[in-house]
């Protein structure tokens, strides 16, 4: 079984400044993709950013950036130019080829004016 | 893009009853349909599988005749929590992936907007 884990259950950062968050992930898959959520207080789940296993490039949206280690398992998101806009819970998730996916704990993030 | 549409939003119920939730894809064909959980402050747990035409698949731990669920047509699925207890408040969303053979089909999930159940 596919497990992911978020080690930063809540994170601050003053507005306009950069900041990462973690995530680790266990899988046998060589092929999977992996994706951070954001989910504001309405609590929808809005796409920030994905990325494919055999990829080598990190993915990129804007502000938003990955740092993509495939034989750590690990994938972490960086938001720079941080907006009050950001705060929201983020979640980092898993899926393979079953398209079903499986979330890690979250990471509350405030942006502080 | 893709839309899948969930309702209600919002939800209350007495102890005892049942209540339907619903989630439809509007300008696609979902043959699966995945349902989560999700207590407060905390992540989102899978707890079935839907497909269309067939039985849904179960996580383990989840009580296939207490949350029903049924996938009768490849636009819309649905989740009953029968015989609710305070103890099933949660929000419950729902997410679909795009048909296969499209460009997003590989890797990609459609939320619906979430219900927030509450059992008193």
């Known amino acids: 079984a596919q497990t992911v884990t978020q080690s930063q259950p809540e994170m601050s950062v003053q507005e306009a400044e950069t900041v990462t968050l973690s995530c680790t992930y266990d899988?046998?898959?060589?092929?999977?993709?992996l994706f951070w959520y954001k989910q504001p207080p309405s609590r929808q789940m809005i796409l920030v950013i994905r990325?494919?296993?055999?990829?080598?490039q990190n993915a990129t949206e804007n502000r938003f950036s990955v740092n993509f280690q495939k034989a750590a398992k690990s994938f972490s998101l960086k938001i720079s130019d941080s907006q009050l806009g950001d705060t929201a819970m983020y979640f980092c998730?898993?899926?393979?080829?079953?398209?079903?996916?499986?979330f890690g704990a979250g990471t509350r993030l405030t942006v502080k004016p | 893009g893709a839309v899948v549409s969930q309702h209600p939003s919002w939800v209350i119920c007495k102890s005892g009853t049942s209540v339907k939730i619903e989630c439809r894809s509007l300008d696609f064909q979902a043959t699966t349909m995945f349902w989560y959980r999700q207590f407060p402050k905390q992540s989102l747990m899978l707890m079935a599988t839907s497909n269309e035409g067939s039985k849904a698949t179960y996580e383990q731990g989840v009580e296939k005749d207490k949350f029903l669920i049924n996938h009768a047509s490849l636009t819309l699925s649905t989740l009953t929590v029968t015989s609710a207890h305070p103890e099933d408040s949660s929000f419950y969303i729902c997410s679909a992936p795009p048909p296969s053979g499209t460009a997003k089909g590989r890797f990609e999930a459609f939320f619906g907007q979430g219900t927030r159940l509450t059992v008193v």
């Open positions: 899988t046998s898959e060589n092929n999977y993709y």
């Open positions: 998730a898993f899926m393979k080829h079953s398209n079903d996916m499986r």
């Open positions: 990325q494919e296993a055999y990829k080598q």
